[in-house]
């Protein structure tokens, strides 16, 4: 089964991001399951390491290597990373993470036999 998350929120401690991260990883662990996460808007700082917007520094950063380590992609929004850069909000991605049109998104979806949007 492909499942396709999509994330809209900036990552923190008790936030929507992490948790969908959280069960991002859970499923990443069952061999019948390719897990794929797109970030969006103020979610791209889940992909930065050590990003000063986070109210728990390592927990999105630790929960994304999880989901690339077991096999999983993570695409950071091209369009979003440039806006949010422009704040001067992000730092460097975390290593296998990689900048992904709308058109990668769009595709991902209809590949996808779940999408969870949180």
């Known amino acids: 089964m492909n499942v ?3 994330f809209n929120e ?9 948790n969908a991260l959280r069960l991002a990883c859970s499923l990443s662990v069952r061999s019948t399951v390719f897990v794929r996460v797109f970030l ?19 927990d999105a950063e630790e929960l994304v290597e999880a989901v690339i380590h077991r096999g999983g ?6 369009n979003c990373s440039e806006e949010e850069e422009d ?3 992000l730092g460097p ?7 992904s049109p ?4 769009s595709r991902w979806v209809c590949e996808s036999d ?3 949007v949180f």
């Open 4 to 6: 396709l998350f999509i």
């Open 10 to 18: 900036a990552p923190n401690a008790a936030g929507r991001s992490v």
């Open 40 to 58: 969006l808007g103020a979610a791209v700082a889940c992909a930065c390491k050590h990003s000063a917007s986070r109210a728990d520094p390592g």
């Open 73 to 78: 992609d993570v695409g950071v929004c091209s």
């Open 87 to 89: 704040e001067s909000r």
């Open 93 to 99: 991605f975390v290593q296998g993470c990689r900048l």
């Open 102 to 105: 709308l058109d990668e998104l």
């Open 114 to 116: 779940r999408v969870l």
